[in-house]
């Protein structure tokens, strides 16, 4: 039997747009802010308390003389505190973090 190339393009065509379409859907996924604050407790909050002295991890993010000061410093930063730390967080987790971090204190838009 030999295949028409309609019979082609649906048998084979078709289902890979629809894979693609589904890759580029996941890749592009909106932030898990909840997911971000998650993780930011688990991994960076006890860290941040200790080294401020203060006994609490948020005010690192909210001290007078902060670092971060745009969005493209905060990704940044949490990368760099990820990789050299060896934290082991995938870039999807480190934007989740990223997302609650300016949501919560940063409050940046650019
Ligand atoms: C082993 C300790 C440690 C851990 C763990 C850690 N950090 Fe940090 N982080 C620091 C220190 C120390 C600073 C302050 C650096 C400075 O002032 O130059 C800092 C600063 C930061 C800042 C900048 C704050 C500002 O001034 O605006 C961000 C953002 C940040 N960390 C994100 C993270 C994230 C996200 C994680 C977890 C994935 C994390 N850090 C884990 C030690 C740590």
């Known amino acids: 039997m030999k295949l028409s190339s309609t019979r082609l393009v649906k048998i084979v ?3 890979l747009v629809f894979l693609c379409q589904g ?3 996941t890749s592009q996924a909106v932030p ?3 997911q971000g604050k998650e993780l930011e407790k688990n991994k960076c909050y006890t860290c941040h308390s200790q080294k401020s002295g203060l006994g609490d991890g ?3 993010y909210t001290r007078a003389d902060r670092k971060v000061k745009t969005l493209a410093r905060l990704n940044t930063m949490v990368s760099t505190c990820n990789s050299e730390l060896r934290l082991d967080l995938f870039p999807e987790d480190e934007a989740d973090i990223a997302a609650y971090l300016n949501q919560q204190f940063y409050k940046l838009s650019k």
Do not use: E, G, L, T
Request: charged letters at 0%; hydrophobic letters at 60%; glycine letters at 0%.
């Open 32 to 34: 898990n802010v909840n």
């Open 58 to 60: 948020n005010i690192i």
């Open 23 to 25: 890759y580029f859907a």
């Open 13 to 15: 065509f078709f289902p």
